[in-house]
């Protein structure tokens, strides 16, 4: 009993200290990536409206890339045909070109009038939508891809051992405690309880993001292996083998390849064509979805086309993937979730937000088993440690929150008005984040931790205050076509849920414990401990 006793401590201790390292970027990676489940939303939100025609029968794709192309033929080398435009997107062609900076891609909508004249419109990508989703693979890091992700890859790892030594500590007392939730006046063990049941009964997904995550991380240096070891041929696209062209065939419209599709894939819903030209050979991909299987890709996934046969590349299209591409497209798809359709997406949602809850969960517990209590009718003060952790517990879990929404609601106000909208998302995110942080240590985590609540809360409003303004054509904003009940309505339920949260610390800041890191300046602020620093 004893030895069990003295390792379920080591585990204990493993468990919380590996936590604390980690705990806080994960929050940003688990809150940021519940809202990248409907990056596809998000776009449409803050995209603004197309001044373009409604779009052309996809039968008459034909004639709008030859008007297209004789009017701009820098557009022959890449562009793709839209299979089904949306409302806030009507062109049916797109192409792309290439600027004189790395990675840097201007990108044009075409269409056909009412009159078969050609109309162009020059398009401004919604960077919003992306920036979350790099603060969800960087973990909030503010350093270049390149810097972040193998940090990033670092704190996955020890996101494993949280999880495996979170399990052994847990598996005494499983049974008792799993679906206990004791609300009362004993702080540690309420936390506690909701810390046990986010955790095990969320075991499954943060196993699968814990293992894709370190493969995404480690993704350049595992490739690099695999082409020198097992795969020294690798291919890419753009370097692909051209395509068998039989004599005298022309390449096929957009409709006879997505006809083709429908005859050799059953299932998979083609979005896109996308064609390629170069030195004299066209290739073709279609990009599309199938919800019944893995696919690789946050939101869809390319299927290679010969452009004069239609024949599909078999190994391309989902569920029949062969060896290593299987293993591939299932971290992609279990890590994405883009299996399932609507249902699964909502359920990462919520599995994300619940998520980052563990992890703030995580440090409350801490804080509180650490909290020294009064003895008489003294007032003990608590550890320098302690009062900074709390700031930082309050200061980057909302700031994280704040900023994401006061960059989402930047989106409305940003093009046209600033030269590069991707540079002012870093800056509105990053100021919001950081003073965020700074007001923390500036009041204390007990008068913090309800002020930045209803802060939160207000940039969280302003995301639909944003659309509103559009409604009401003020400031240059737009009103989003059919997509109120997802962004809107999910920034309204969490600025009630904020709301809530900050009554709740109020009320635990003013009746709390006197000696509780929490405790506001009505219940008796605590001093700095007198006592030398080397003895916390």
Not at 384 to 401: D, F, K, Y
Not at 469 to 474: E, N, P, S
Request: hydrophobic fraction near 50%; glycine fraction near 10%.
């Amino acid at each position: 009993m004893r030895i069990r006793n003295d390792i379920i401590k080591v585990y204990k201790d493993v468990h919380i200290w590996v936590g604390i390292l980690s705990g806080l970027c994960l929050f940003i990676a688990f809150y940021a990536g519940a809202l990248t489940m409907f990056e596809k939303p998000i776009e449409r939100w803050a995209s603004p409206p197309s001044q373009l025609a409604p779009a052309v029968p996809l039968e008459r794709a034909p004639e709008l890339i030859a008007a297209t192309v004789a009017a701009h033929p820098e557009a022959a080398r890449d562009y793709e045909i839209r299979v089904t435009p949306t409302p806030d997107m009507p062109a049916r062609m797109l192409w792309h070109v290439r600027g004189e900076r790395r990675g840097e891609v201007a990108s044009f909508a075409a269409s056909l009038d009412g009159d078969g004249h050609l109309r162009t419109q020059a398009l401004e990508r919604a960077e919003v939508a992306e920036w979350i989703d790099v603060l969800h693979q960087q973990v909030g890091l503010p350093f270049p891809h390149e810097v972040a992700m193998p940090i990033m890859g670092v704190i996955a790892l020890l996101y494993c051992v949280a999880l495996v030594s979170g399990v052994i500590v847990l598996l005494p007392t499983l049974v008792k405690d799993l679906f206990a939730l004791r609300i009362g006046h004993n702080l540690k063990r309420m936390w506690l309880d909701a810390h046990n049941a986010l955790g095990i009964l969320s075991l499954p997904f943060h196993i699968v993001m814990a293992l894709t995550a370190v493969v995404f991380a480690f993704h350049d240096q595992f490739y690099d292996l695999q082409e020198r070891a097992v795969y020294p041929t690798a291919i890419e696209w753009g370097r692909e083998p051209p395509p068998e062209r039989p004599p005298g065939a022309q390449v096929l419209a957009p409709a006879e390849l997505v006809r083709q599709a429908g005859l050799q894939a059953p299932g998979f819903e083609v979005l896109a064509v996308n064609y390629q030209s170069r030195g004299g050979v066209t290739q073709a991909r279609l990009e599309g979805v199938d919800p019944r299987h893995p696919i690789r890709g946050r939101i869809s996934t390319l299927v290679g086309a010969n452009p004069y046969t239609g024949e599909l590349h078999r190994d391309d299209i989902p569920g029949r993937h062969a060896g290593y591409e299987t293993a591939i497209a299932s971290f992609f798809s279990l890590h994405f979730g883009n299996f399932g359709g609507l249902p699964v997406r909502w359920a990462y949602f919520l599995l994300g937000l619940a998520g980052a809850m563990l992890f703030y969960t995580g440090n409350v517990l801490w804080l509180e088993s650490r909290r020294r209590k009064e003895r008489g009718q003294g007032i003990v003060a608590q550890r320098r440690s302690s009062r900074v952790m709390a700031c930082l517990t309050v200061g980057v879990a909302l700031g994280c929150v704040a900023g994401i929404s006061a960059t989402l609601a930047a989106a409305k106000w940003l093009p046209g008005r600033v030269e590069d909208p991707a540079l002012w998302h870093r800056i509105v995110y990053y100021a919001v984040f950081l003073g965020t942080i700074g007001w923390a240590f500036l009041r204390g985590a007990g008068r913090a931790s309800s002020e930045l609540a209803l802060f939160a809360a207000a940039t969280t409003l302003l995301i639909p205050l944003s659309s509103l303004a559009g409604r009401w054509h003020l400031g240059g904003a737009w009103f989003p076509p059919g997509v109120l009940p997802w962004v809107d309505g999910i920034a309204l339920l969490g600025a009630g849920a904020l709301m809530l949260m900050a009554l709740h610390a109020r009320r635990r800041a003013r009746f709390g414990p006197r000696d509780s890191v929490w405790a506001g300046p009505d219940t008796g602020a605590l001093v700095a401990s007198p006592e030398p620093l080397a003895s916390e």
